[in-house]
């Protein structure tokens, strides 16, 4: 239902002239579906440190050292698109001239889709949470252990990776 608003104002705003707003919802909606799908991806030399194959080598610090390094590639990646995207309205208002109304959709088109992501990998921990109380005891080290501090670390990792994804959407928005 979003996406379809989102494609009406697009449209809406196309048709007003302002085709610079109508391309970045559009980029906006592409990167909803993507996102979720590449911060998952990217995050996985994060989750091989903190949970590899054998359960003696797990511990906390790997936990939290798989997480710096799952926030850190999280952030250096989407931090390229915010760039994408800031760099474009800067261009679209000194250039084109367009109106100042391409900063807010800017900022919803770089924000929103790492809110849906952030969203799902937290509904994700809460299915996984709900889905290891219907094992039994001795089999949660085996399958429900890892797999919900797994989902739990990327939750985690994207938590802190969206407070940085708007510092630098700030940083970047009144460097350029």
């Known amino acids: 239902m979003i996406t379809l608003v989102a494609v009406g104002i697009a449209v809406v705003l196309f048709f007003l002239g302002q085709q610079t707003s109508a391309s970045l919802i559009i980029i906006g909606i592409v990167a909803k579906y993507l996102s979720p799908f590449i911060l998952t991806a990217i995050s996985l030399p994060g989750r091989f440190i903190a949970f590899p194959n054998d359960a003696d080598k797990r511990s906390k610090a790997r936990l939290i050292l ?3 390094i799952s926030v850190f590639i999280q ?3 989407y931090l390229v698109y915010v760039w994408f995207v800031v760099g474009w309205a800067a261009s679209a208002v000194s250039e084109q001239g367009t109106a100042i109304i391409v900063w807010p959709i800017a900022f ?7 809110w849906f992501a952030l969203n799902e990998f937290k509904r994700a921990v809460k299915e996984t ?8 005891e001795v089999a949660k080290e085996v399958i429900g252990g890892p797999e919900i501090k797994m989902f739990n ?8 990776s969206f407070v940085l994804t708007i510092v630098g959407f700030l940083a970047f ?4």
Do not use: R, W
Request: proline letters at 6%.
């Open 108 to 114: 919803l088109a770089t924000i929103v889709p790492f």
């Open 66 to 68: 798989g997480t710096i």
């Open 153 to 160: 670390m990327l939750a985690q990792a994207s938590q802190i």
């Open 173 to 176: 928005a009144f460097a350029l």
């Open 129 to 136: 949470e709900h889905a290891s109380k219907d094992i039994p």
């Open 75 to 77: 952030s250096c990646v």
